[in-house]
């Protein structure tokens, strides 16, 4: 059957993408390889800037028509997004070749040193299904018939579909801040378990063999160790090797390891047991890997990225950084426990996962399966991971807001800060229980310790000692940027050698832990020396006390330290951490190894310790020293950097506070050292605590939250304006050099990200909607279509969304369809008899035919007549987010040349914009309404092209205006190349412009 008027319905439009390549495979392939590189070929059609002319695009129709469509009709591509380009050879196949009548390159910083990434991904083939989320509802028909049906229903009732839906919301926010406090407490017992059995295995042994060394001292007549020999008798059971009291712990859970009889070889051989089982769960899941920071930053930003909030990445993730944390990779739990969070709360507000296939009851029918609502419950999560990472529900709900939503409103406030509150009551109870529920044990809680004023009513710092904090802050802010650089760099690297195979990945966490090893454990011999502990403690806290009876880090330091010998002064919390110092090669309760003390313990309590040792004045002991501080920072950070990038689960925030603690720590050293210890500066846990600050600062650009998640970890309002002033200095600082590290693992990874700015590149330069948009490579479709043509169209392209156009008002823009509808109403077969519409009563009448009066037929013909059975909006949603694809799609040859009416289906209020509009009003529209894609349309509202999330990115403004400028000074050149002077003709569509 042939359409009458072949000008828009010609099959060419098909036939031409097999030619051009508009497949599955070569769509994706041509959007990586158009890349931004500062020049043009001289074979691509020129731009005229904001004096082109745009036409109507063309429809795509059956292939049963033989008339030819010129090569222009070729369409657009719909909301596909892939990866950005790469530097890949161009999607035309003649090379570029250089033009010597460019103008000036237009700068763009940063992008050629990360153009190189875009070749390689970090997890394969993640990058390729990347789509849009869809956050304002299509506006059809049947969307308005199921409102209606839910405001009938509603007549004269007070439980209404409304106050049932607010009910459920709060009902899942609640159970969402249960389950992820569960989570984060198994998490952190499971880890401190593993911790404590390899550390008490190691410390075992070395004492074993430390006894055994001063026992062949003494054998040979040593009389210089005869002091420590008398004391190790007076000691008897607190020192005695074969003690049962003090070894029977470590006997029941490690005799198995101590057939190595060998320190190191008993701590190698957990770390490397440890560092496999984490990375084989990223083996399972590859997006499990890393923070995950990223990853929801980019869901909530409106990308949805596949498998992020799977519940199998869930388990993966939690169990894996169980796994690498107890391996003393220098990594965290927080950032995994906000992925964590999301996870659990996409999974809770949609009701089903697809890994244990259930599906309950509570959702399958309910509002919450879409995109804006998976959102809102995304954010929540977010919130409640970070408070129960630090504790803090007021900074989990800043951060929800800061580093994570895009998109925020005061009813979310209110639901994120019940959702942490909720999560710190259950982990309050959880710590808490053996207490009956009496008075909490406020230490249980994850906090940097108690922070009180040294010197009474006074505070802990003086007011000219904010020049200092801020100098501290710039330090830190540097430290971080040189982080981030070097993280940038490696990750490069790994993404060219190494993430492109699983085996490779899981090879390089075996040698990355296998160095880290050998490292920490040499550290505390290269000190090599012991230093005394206190030998007067009853005015020590508990924590203190604890914090120096524990083992700490290893060889490379070497050396013993005595503990302090006059602690008179210090508090109860001093004392205990005291407890928590690691005699490594050292007599135990007489000695500890600084270095040590800083490695071979958890990062929660050496932070402590760098937090609360006092050194303030001549009276005060230095517990680490400068050269022992900064033994641990430098080696420390430097494997931070190594490791984070490495396949298993990994935060940083705790590796930036700890190796922060140390910088500052050692700052406040030096400064006291340089006063003689006189007082005149603040202690050195104050330092530490701000160049805490400073390097996470400088590493993530977090200013407010970072600032309120402190706070609420510390509990001293005292420091609220130096934490302040240090997280501006760092953040300014680190901004000189470069960007966030989260931000530049989302460039890394060619994720295409919308900041909330308007890039400045078009705050610059005057650019507008008609030159950013895709135009050539857009799809139309007819009000009401060939079962076969929209069949053929789903199966030539993998666009998310389809303008519907009125042919008879010249192809004016009726409205738009979705590809999940288009699959569903196949699916479902809903199109109608082939005989019940003949083509000619359809297509407009040729205007030169003699028949024709000058009245147009078109779909005001059919009236409210409907051509194909009715499928209901919540049927079509039901199945959200997984919706039946083209290949689930049988098309039999009887039901090729069946009609199918997408009138009742289309949106037919979509966002639009002229083409003439500012790309910074687009911009603003695109992001703030978070739209999947956004129609641009001429005065006479006809379609000239569509913008998608990658048209407004950065890279894709300045490739399209150095295309313009090109294109005008080819025109103004009179002299230039044959090919230099022409200008495209009414009929001539732009180039894609990526």
Sequence with gaps: MDYPNDEYYSDEAYDTEATHGISLSDNLESDQNESYDGRLSDNEPPIRGNTHKSTPLPLAVSSSHTHSTPSHFKCIRGEHMGSLPSQSPHKHNSAPQPNPNRPHRIPYSRRDHRQRALEYQTVPNLLSEVESHNYEPDESEVWRAYVTQQHFRNRGQWWTTGKKRACQRWAMTFLIGVIQAVVAALCNFSTKRLSRMKYDAVNDLLERQMYAGMADDDGGGSGGSTAAGDDMVMNGDDVNPSSETQHSHAHTDIDYLHAFQSPFWTFLLYQLVFAACASLFVYIEPVSAGSGIPEIKCFLNGIDLPRIVRVKTLLCKVMGVTFSVAAGLPVGKEGPMVHSGAVVAAGISQGRTKFWGVDTSFSKYSDFRNDREKRDFVACGAAAGVASAFNAPIGGVLFSLEEGASYWSTRLTWRAFFCAMITLGTMFTIRNFDTAFGYAEIDKLFSFGEFNSLTGEHSNFSIWELLLFGVIGCLGGLIGACFNAANEALTLWRMAKVNHSKKRRFYEVLVVSL?????????????????ELPSDMQDWNNQEKNLYTEYAMPYVWGRCTELPSDMQDWNNQEKNLVEALVPFQCIPKKEYNEVASLIFTDADTAIKQLFHFRESGEDDSSTFSSAALFLFFFPYILMATVVYGIAVPSGLFVPSLLSGAAFGRLCGHLLHKLDHTSGTFADSGTYALMGAAAVLGGMAR?????????????????????????????????????????????????????????????????????????KTDVK????VERAGVVYDLLRSCRHGTFPIVDTASGGTLYGTASRSMLCTL????????????????????????????????????????RLSPLVQWDTIERVFPRYPTIEDVEMRP?????????????????????????????????????????????????????????????????????????????????????????????????????
């Excluded at 160095?515 to 230093?531: D, E, N």
């Excluded at 399209?960 to 090109?966: A, E």
């Design 780 to 783: 139309c479709l007819r009000p």
């Design 826 to 865: 196949l699916q479902r077969r809903a199109f109608g008899d082939p005989g019940v519409l003949s083509e000619s009563a359809y297509t407009p009448n040729d205007p030169d035919s003699p028949n024709n009066n000058g009245n147009n037929s078109d779909i005001s013909r059919l009236g409210p007549k």
């Design 702 to 774: 977090m200013t407010i939250s970072l600032t309120v998640i402190l706070l609420e970890a510390t509990g001293d309002m005292q420091y609220v304006l130096p934490l302040m002033l240090t997280l501006m200095a760092a953040r300014f600082t680190g901004n000189v050099f470069n960007e966030g590290l989260y931000d530049i693992h989302i460039k890394l990874r060619s994720i295409p990200f919308l900041e909330e700015e308007v890039p400045a590149i078009a705050e610059r330069y005057e650019i507008v909607a008609g030159q950013v948009m895709s």
């Design 894 to 994: 009887n039901d090729r040349n069946c009609w199918l009416d997408l009138r009742p289906y289309a949106n037919t209020a979509p966002f639009t914009v002229n083409e003439t509009a500012s790309i910074q009003r687009s911009y603003r529209l695109f992001r703030t309404l978070g739209l999947r894609q956004l129609c641009v349309v001429n005065h006479n509202n006809q379609v000239v092209g569509i913008i998608t999330r990658k048209d407004l990115l950065p890279e894709a403004l300045a490739d399209s205006l150095i295309r313009g400028r090109n294109a005008q000074n080819r025109g103004e050149n009179g002299n230039g190349e044959q090919g230099d002077t022409h200008e495209p003709d009414e009929t001539e569509s732009l180039p894609i412009l990526s």
């Design 515 to 531: 160095g880290v090893s050998i490292l920490s454990y040499a550290m505390p011999y290269v000190w090599g020396r012991c230093t």
